[in-house]
């Protein structure tokens, strides 16, 4: 199975990506679900020669997995007929069931989205060694106001994030992360991953697309940037996450490039003393800063 994953901080546009790719005709980038490291621990020795029932309920009782709106019994028939006898096996099982089945697609490619996935490179990188990674950057200080802004509406959905406002424990969460994500992109073959900022997807979604597409060997397809037009048929976000992501409903907003600019003078200094280097090196300092 080709596979590739979506890696980058919260509030970065992982979900604007997903919608963007899981438009092409050749892939699917399923709603956010981590049972693929949920499980791995314990499961990943399972012998399941004896049936997939107790598979169908650890499945059942992970977070958010009921947003695939897939139907479980025949999920278990689907099992029984593909007999997938590994961890890995019965994890590429569910994706295949997923685009066959609810998305109704024939594809070739399947993605995986999940901010969580950034602790967990090194994993998916050994299970699937022949994977992809795409690291989605947003500049830190436009992440700052935006986890600033999700906080301010105290959303009751019981999948809501839960994001720190503190400007220097914000600065500090996406410095670590984006070293975490270096550090274990630094182990791989160069040819396996790839980096694109998210100011260049809003700004010139073709290019940055087209891009992304002959990385994973796939001609881009314009269906591509009606992202927006997506339905819940064929994978939109789910409905309980959209209080904080019903921007993606829309067609690009050019001024989220500029969304550091809602913060202070005084936020904008200490974000960028915590994190200057990162800043620096993906061009995010003075980055249309008047």
């Given at each position: 199975?080709?596979?590739?994953?979506?890696?980058?901080?919260?509030?970065?546009?992982?979900?604007l990506?997903?919608?963007?790719?899981?438009k092409?005709?050749?892939?699917?980038?399923?709603?956010?679900a981590?049972?693929l490291?949920?499980?791995?621990?314990?499961?990943?020795?399972?012998?399941?020669?004896?049936?997939?029932?107790?598979?169908?309920?650890?499945?059942?009782?992970t977070?958010?997995?009921e947003?695939?709106?897939?139907?479980?019994?025949?999920?278990?028939?689907?099992?029984?007929?593909?007999?997938?006898?590994?961890?890995?096996?019965i994890?590429?099982?569910?994706?295949?069931?997923?685009?066959?089945?609810?998305?109704?697609?024939?594809?070739?490619?399947?993605?995986?989205?999940?901010?969580?996935?950034l602790?967990?490179?090194?994993?998916?990188?050994?299970?699937?060694?022949?994977?992809?990674?795409?690291?989605?950057?947003?500049?830190?200080?436009?992440?700052?106001?935006?986890?600033?802004?999700?906080?301010?509406?105290?959303?009751?959905?019981?999948?809501?994030?839960?994001?720190?406002?503190?400007?220097?424990?914000?600065?500090?969460?996406?410095?670590?992360?984006?070293?975490?994500?270096?550090?274990?992109f630094n182990?791989?073959?160069?040819?396996?991953?790839?980096?694109?900022?998210?100011?260049?997807?809003?700004l010139?979604?073709?290019?940055?697309?087209?891009?992304i597409?002959?990385?994973?060997?796939?001609?881009?397809?314009?269906?591509?940037?009606?992202?927006?037009?997506?339905?819940?048929?064929?994978?939109?976000?789910?409905?309980?996450?959209?209080?904080?992501?019903?921007?993606?409903?829309?067609?690009?907003q050019?001024?989220?490039?500029?969304?550091?600019?809602?913060?202070?003078?005084?936020?904008?200094?200490?974000?960028e003393?915590?994190?200057?280097?990162?800043?620096?090196?993906?061009?995010?300092?003075?980055?249309?800063?008047?």
């Amino acid at each position: 199975m080709q596979r590739f994953f979506i890696i980058g901080n919260p509030r970065s546009g992982t979900t604007l990506f997903r919608l963007m790719l899981n438009k092409h005709s050749k892939m699917i980038v399923p709603p956010e679900a981590g049972f693929l490291v949920w499980l791995y621990k314990d499961i990943k020795d399972e012998n399941f020669n004896k049936g997939y029932r107790k598979f169908i309920e650890l499945l059942r009782d992970t977070s958010k997995i009921e947003t695939w709106n897939m139907s479980y019994e025949d999920l278990h028939d689907y099992l029984n007929i593909k007999k997938p006898s590994t961890f890995k096996d019965i994890m590429n099982c569910i994706y295949v069931f997923y685009a066959s089945h609810v998305l109704k697609k024939d594809v070739i490619l399947y993605g995986d989205k999940n901010n969580y996935y950034l602790k967990h490179i090194d994993l998916l990188a050994e299970l699937y060694n022949e994977a992809k990674f795409i690291h989605i950057i947003r500049d830190g200080r436009s992440v700052a106001a935006s986890y600033k802004g999700v906080m301010q509406q105290q959303i009751k959905s019981k999948y809501a994030p839960n994001l720190p406002t503190d400007i220097n424990s914000i600065a500090e969460e996406w410095n670590t992360n984006i070293r975490n994500i270096e550090e274990s992109f630094n182990k791989l073959k160069s040819d396996r991953i790839i980096t694109i900022r998210y100011e260049d997807l809003v700004l010139d979604p073709k290019q940055e697309l087209t891009k992304i597409c002959d990385f994973l060997g796939l001609e881009f397809e314009e269906d591509m940037l009606y992202y927006y037009t997506t339905t819940t048929k064929d994978g939109l976000e789910p409905e309980e996450y959209l209080d904080w992501k019903k921007k993606n409903l829309q067609p690009l907003q050019k001024d989220e490039v500029d969304k550091y600019k809602q913060l202070t003078n005084k936020e904008l200094i200490g974000f960028e003393k915590e994190a200057e280097s990162f800043l620096r090196k993906y061009n995010y300092i003075n980055y249309n800063k008047n």
